[in-house]
Every structure is written in structure tokens, then in C-alpha cells.
């Protein structure tokens, strides 16, 4: 599953440009949801140094991203920037701004868990019907 995640207010507290302290849980849960086989995009509206020093606290964490603000790893390739969309896709995204407010890491764990949980039975119900058809 992909999940976009954002920075300032989810993985760290508020006080943006600076970096603010760790949201309890924050950085376990994406290192676990990663070892999980998850593709992580950092999506944040950071950039240049500040971007930079946002990559750097994660991954002195041991924390890092499949991708930073797009769907693409680094190093890329496209034919054309005008091509390329500036829209992160996900299956889920988890910023603090999201209604209701940010849950906390254990809840996200769960509803991530949970959703691709239900993806894979789908997949197997799909898989079953499909099957029943060949006969």
C-alpha cells in the first residue's frame, strides 16, 4: 500500500521552518509500517534546505521514503516536467489537518493495518470469482 505522509504537525510538532519535537510514536510507526512492505511518500510543502533537513532528522531516526513529494523514487526518470504531475497519489494519506484532527500512531497503525487487511481478502474474493468464471 502507498501512504503519503506529511511532516510539520504528524511526524513533528508545529514550528515550522524550525523542526519541531517528535509526535510520540511517529517515527516507529512509519519505520513499522515500512518493514510492513508499505511504500512511504513523504509529501510536505518543505523544500530546498528545509526539505533537506526534514530527510535528515528522519533518517538519523532510521526512517526513509520510497519518495519525497511524488510518486517516483529519486533519480527518475520522465520525458517531459510539463508531464509530470505535482498531485501525490495514495492509498492513504495521514496529515494532521486531515478532519477530525490527527489520530494517535497506534490508531493509524490499526486503520492501516486494517485497510490492507481488506484489500487482500477482496483480492482473494476476486480471485475465487474469477475462477469460478473459467470452468
Same mark, same amino acid.
Given at each position: 500500500?502507498?501512504?503519503?505522509?506529511?511532516?510539520?504537525?504528524?511526524?513533528?510538532?508545529?514550528? +515550522?521552518?524550525?523542526?519541531?519535537?517528535?509526535?510520540?510514536?511517529?517515527?516507529?510507526? *512509519?519505520?513499522? *509500517?515500512?518493514?510492513?512492505?508499505?511504500?512511504?511518500?513523504?509529501?510536505?510543502?518543505?523544500?530546498?534546505?528545509?526539505?533537506?533537513?526534514?530527510?535528515?532528522?528522519?533518517?538519523?531516526?532510521?526512517?526513509?521514503? +520510497?519518495?519525497?513529494?511524488?510518486?517516483?523514487?529519486? /533519480?527518475?526518470?520522465?520525458?517531459?516536467?510539463?508531464?509530470?504531475?505535482?498531485?501525490?497519489?495514495?492509498?492513504?494519506?495521514?496529515?494532521?489537518?486531515?478532519? /477530525?484532527?490527527?489520530?494517535?500512531?497506534?490508531?493509524?497503525?490499526?486503520?492501516?493495518?486494517?485497510?490492507?487487511?481488506?484489500?487482500?481478502?477482496?483480492?482473494?474474493?476476486?480471485?475465487g470469482l474469477k475462477s469460478l468464471f473459467r470452468k
Amino acid at each position: 500500500m502507498t501512504i503519503a505522509v506529511d511532516f510539520d504537525g504528524t511526524i513533528v510538532e508545529h514550528k +515550522y521552518p524550525k523542526i519541531g519535537k517528535e509526535i510520540p510514536f511517529a517515527i516507529d510507526t *512509519l519505520r513499522t *509500517l515500512s518493514q510492513e512492505g508499505h511504500k512511504l511518500i513523504l509529501w510536505t510543502s518543505r523544500d530546498g534546505e528545509l526539505l533537506d533537513e526534514a530527510l535528515a532528522f528522519c533518517k538519523e531516526r532510521g526512517l526513509e521514503f +520510497y519518495a519525497v513529494n511524488s510518486n517516483y523514487p529519486p /533519480g527518475a526518470l520522465f520525458s517531459t516536467q510539463a508531464g509530470r504531475s505535482c498531485k501525490v497519489v495514495a492509498d492513504v494519506y495521514i496529515d494532521d489537518r486531515n478532519v /477530525g484532527g490527527l489520530p494517535d500512531w497506534g490508531t493509524i497503525h490499526e486503520i492501516v493495518t486494517g485497510i490492507r487487511e481488506e484489500k487482500h481478502k477482496e483480492r482473494r474474493r476476486r480471485r475465487g470469482l474469477k475462477s469460478l468464471f473459467r470452468k
